[in-house]
């Protein structure tokens, strides 16, 4: 897969698939900047980690809430500034706080679309009006879910947001192949990350969990998620646009 020298951006990248996503890049050949909330020790170590292992790349975090409007589009300019341009866009920032419907407040449901729905659409589009202004074309990766294939209880407005994600995916691609633009989807099942970790390791609800819903047998790591990144950012996967690529175990392929 050709992506070596390529000038990359990964939300939420600071830790569990965003952390991955940006390993993933580093060890193609690619700069990255990591784009991440409120964890600036934590980005800045990643980031001092990847610059001692591939020496011949650059590396930096920016600290920015990508559901703010003028803050992610800032937070873009910033990387394709310090990166000299940009070449692919990794919208992967996200939450999910578990709530029956009927107990999800106002505050709740407009969090997780201003960061899961409207961040990745004011990522998106920056970085596509940057590619669109360089005439180099470009790869725009969103992070999405099993959730935006059908719901599931407690999850009611993390799901929608998703599903939401996965269309307006569809529709860039729609607008943005005439520019050599690609914009794919990848939708995890369960990732055991940081963010999940206690009910990761909960055997009592994992393993019935996995016994019904995960053909291959075990929770994915942010490392399953890695080689359809690569594909999709790379050169070989041009005439790959407005798909979705499942990461699940075979989750979504059951009824």
Not at 12 to 27: E, T
Not at 137 to 162: D, P
Not at 169 to 174: E, K, R, T, V
Not at 213 to 241: M, N, Q, W
Request: glycine residues 12%; hydrophobic residues 40%; aromatic residues 8%.
């Amino acid at each position: 897969m050709k992506i070596t020298g390529k000038r990359a951006l990964v939300t939420g990248g600071s830790r569990g698939i965003g952390l991955g996503y940006a390993q993933a890049l580093a060890a193609e050949g690619c700069s990255v900047m990591l784009i991440h909330f409120q964890d600036t020790e934590k980005a800045t170590r990643e980031c001092a980690l990847l610059a001692a292992r591939y020496p011949g790349a650059r590396f930096n975090a920016c600290d920015a809430d990508v559901g703010n409007s003028t803050a992610a589009r800032k937070a873009v300019r910033n990387a394709a500034d310090f990166l000299g341009g940009l070449d692919i866009a990794v919208s992967n920032a996200g939450i999910c706080k578990f709530a029956p419907f009927l107990e999800l407040t106002d505050e709740d449901w407009e969090r997780h679309v201003a960061t899961n729905f409207s961040g990745g659409f004011h990522v998106g589009q920056e970085a596509a009006r940057l590619m669109v202004e360089k005439r180099n074309g470009g790869r725009i990766v969103y992070t999405t879910s099993v959730g935006a294939f059908r719901s599931n209880g407690t999850q009611t407005h993390y799901c929608a947001t998703k599903g939401g994600l996965s269309l307006l995916a569809q529709g860039m691609a729609l607008e943005l192949a005439p520019y050599g633009i690609t914009v794919n989807c990848i939708a995890p099942g369960w990732i055991h990350t940081d963010i999940n970790d206690e009910a990761s390791r909960d055997v009592s609800a994992v393993k019935p969990w996995i016994k019904a819903h995960c053909p291959v047998g075990r929770l994915g790591s942010p490392e399953d998620t890695k080689s359809a990144l690569i594909f999709l950012c790379a050169e070989e996967s041009a005439y790959v646009t407005g798909a979705t690529i499942s990461v699940d175990g075979g989750w979504n392929a059951q009824l």
